[in-house]
């Protein structure tokens, strides 16, 4: 159980377009997902944290106008990459939280963006 | 502010065991993580801890002290599979996650 995917897994696009990223959690209602940047051979870095129906929390130094977060549903949170520029091209990982009582995440299979 | 260490990097032999440690500084204590991240991979769930004491999960166990704010991941019988990431993570009081920025191991024939 506890199966979170993303899509797509990898994506192409050009300078000033927009992306969207999908993190669904497959069977098990997601009351917090996360969104995470990783940059080659560096650590994970948290973007913001969405709450089910509610506007998400972004993290020092992340422009929300940037960087749309939608979390419509229990099962759904969407991650746009608005106006692309060849320095967002990085690894975006979502995760989800949803067990009651407990803090663990559930993380996607990650989102290799690459803006030429 | 909110610190986690680990080391950088750690170099050992298949069949061997390796232990890599995690200190961490954090408002707060609920619970301590460790994740596997292999290259291009997202991280997997390996071990949470939040008393004190070693839980042993197969070949890894995890070891956790809120008093000295120190815990140890440790691997036996070293498999190439293991070179990967491990990354130590705490949740603080609010409920954050804290990640440390990880450690790269590598595993040598």
């Known amino acids: 159980g506890a199966v979170v995917s993303q899509h797509p897994s990898w994506v192409i696009c050009k300078s000033g377009t927009s992306v969207k990223i999908e993190c669904r959690s497959l069977?098990?209602?997601?009351?917090?997902m996360f969104w995470y940047r990783q940059f080659p051979k560096q650590s994970l870095m948290l973007m913001a944290t969405?709450?089910?129906?509610?506007?998400?929390?972004?993290e020092q130094g992340v422009e929300k106008d940037k960087f749309l977060i939608n979390h419509a549903s229990l099962t759904l949170s969407t991650l746009t990459v608005t106006s692309a520029h060849p320095e967002d091209s990085s690894f975006y990982i979502c995760?989800?939280?949803?067990?009651?009582?407990?803090?663990?995440?559930?993380f996607g299979p990650g989102t290799r963006l690459t803006v030429t | 502010g909110q610190n986690i260490d680990q080391p950088t990097e750690m170099t050992a032999t298949e069949g061997a065991i390796v232990q890599i440690n995690c200190t961490y500084q954090?408002?707060?204590?609920?619970?301590l993580f460790w994740y596997q991240q292999h290259a291009g991979e997202a991280p997997t769930f390996l071990s949470y801890n939040v008393l004190d004491g070693l839980e042993e999960k197969g070949r890894f166990s995890s070891f956790l002290s809120r008093s000295k704010g120190y815990s140890y991941l440790l691997l036996k019988e070293l498999q190439m599979k293991d070179s990967a990431s491990y990354l130590c993570?705490?949740?603080?009081?609010?409920?954050?996650?804290?990640w440390g920025a990880g450690t790269k191991l590598i595993i040598k024939p």
């Open positions: 993570a705490v949740i603080d009081s609010n409920y954050q996650l804290i």
């Open positions: 995760s989800a939280r949803g067990l009651a009582g407990y803090y663990e995440q559930y």
């Open positions: 069977d098990f209602q997601a009351t917090t």
């Open positions: 954090t408002s707060g204590f609920n619970g």
């Open positions: 969405s709450n089910e129906g509610s506007k998400a929390t972004y």
